[in-house]
């Protein structure tokens, strides 16, 4: 069983779904009369990105990017590579980056800085999950769903090797697991 796997659930359903609300309320808010254009860095932002765009009552369209990190064994370096690119121009387009977690930065100080060349009209970031300690490059974070501590987490989309991204709710692996 995945249960098995977890030591302490962080965010329910429940209150994954209210967050997620409250955070589409707010786009819709600040969006207003404005047409918003998704994009959803793969793989972790599947789940995220379903809940959010259906809480949105305004015109959008959704694109998605896949990227990697270069860098040694689980830590991420400043250089990525993209493994997919959008299919959708972004010029003068409002952007919203959705992603799963901030984590040390790197991914995505280099990926909003390749998308801000490409001349949209905005980009903002939407991350869920924000973990600041960890953070070694600057990053603005528009929309945040929540701020959790240095632990690695699964779940909602969020794996690890790949695995777990169907749980419902946020957990905390045990370290076991992963051979800590
Ligand atoms: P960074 O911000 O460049 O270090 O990398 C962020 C990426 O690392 C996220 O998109 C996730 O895929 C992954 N990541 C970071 N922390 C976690 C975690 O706690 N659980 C699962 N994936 C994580
Ligand atoms: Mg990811």
């Given amino acids: 069983m995945l249960e098995n796997d977890i030591q302490e659930i962080l965010f329910t359903e429940e209150q994954l779904k209210n967050r997620v ?13 404005k047409e918003i254009m ?3 860095i793969l793989r972790g932002s599947f789940v995220f990105m379903a809940d959010l765009c259906r809480g949105v009552e305004l015109p959008c369209t959704l694109d ?5 990190s270069y860098g040694s064994g689980t830590t991420s370096s400043g250089q990525i590579q993209i493994i997919k ?21 790197n991914t995505l100080h280099y990926l909003l800085n390749i998308l801000e ?20 490059k600057p990053v603005e974070l528009h929309y945040s769903g929540f701020t959790i ?19 419902p709710y946020i957990g905390i692996l045990k370290p076991q697991v992963y051979g800590a």
Avoid: W
């Fill in 38 to 40: 998704f994009i959803g």
């Fill in 64 to 68: 998605f990017m896949s990227v990697s």
């Fill in 85 to 105: 690119d959008l299919s959708e121009d972004i010029t003068g387009r409002h952007v919203i980056v959705v992603e799963d977690i901030l984590d040390s930065g």
């Fill in 117 to 136: 060349h490409r001349h949209p009209a905005s980009v903002r970031l939407c991350a869920l999950l924000d973990k600041p300690e960890r953070r070694v």
């Fill in 21 to 33: 609300k409250e955070i589409a309320r707010q786009i819709t808010a600040d969006y207003a009369g």
């Fill in 149 to 167: 501590p240095d632990a690695f987490v699964v779940g909602y989309g969020l794996d690890y090797s790949e695995k777990y991204r169907n749980l």
